[in-house]
Nanobody, 127 residues
Framework: QVQLVESGGGLVQAGDSLRLSCAAS????????MGWFRQVPGKEREFIAC????????SYADSVKGRFTISRDNAKNTEYLQMDSLKPEDTAVYYC????????????????????WGQGTQVTVAS
């Protein structure tokens, strides 16, 4: 089992920055991939970014590319999402996710790829 706890959400103004953290505990040595998703009421959970736990390879949704940066600290078992130039449309509940299985042939932008999820943290961007 892997437990994930997000932190760092809040209310900010458009153009501001926030950094989300996701602390992992439990069988973290099994983790192969971590990601960030977001969800607004009435819509499906949306892929934001992911990072391979070992090599640190990253991928981003077009909507956040150039504004958001995903990173991880293996020693702290923590992943981060640095969010810059925030827009009102970034308002959502942000979730971190982890996968503890092989990486070959997976589609990292699919929620089904991940088998552990955090509880979510609210990010609200005021215009």
């Amino acid at each position: 089992q892997v437990q994930l706890v997000e932190s760092g959400g809040g209310l900010v103004q458009a153009g501001d920055s926030l950094r989300l953290s996701c602390a992992a505990s439990g069988r973290t040595f099994d983790m192969t991939l971590m990601g960030w998703f977001r969800q607004v009421p009435g819509k499906e959970r949306e892929f934001i970014a992911c990072i391979t736990w070992g090599g640190g390879s990253t991928s981003y949704a077009d909507s956040v590319k150039g504004r958001f940066t995903i990173s991880r600290d293996n020693a702290k078992n923590t992943e981060y999402l640095q969010m810059d130039s925030l827009k009102p449309e970034d308002t959502a509940v942000y979730y971190c996710a982890a996968r503890t299985a092989y990486l070959s042939g997976i589609y990292a932008r699919d929620t089904k790829t991940y088998n552990y999820w955090g509880q979510g943290t609210q990010v609200t961007v005021a215009s």
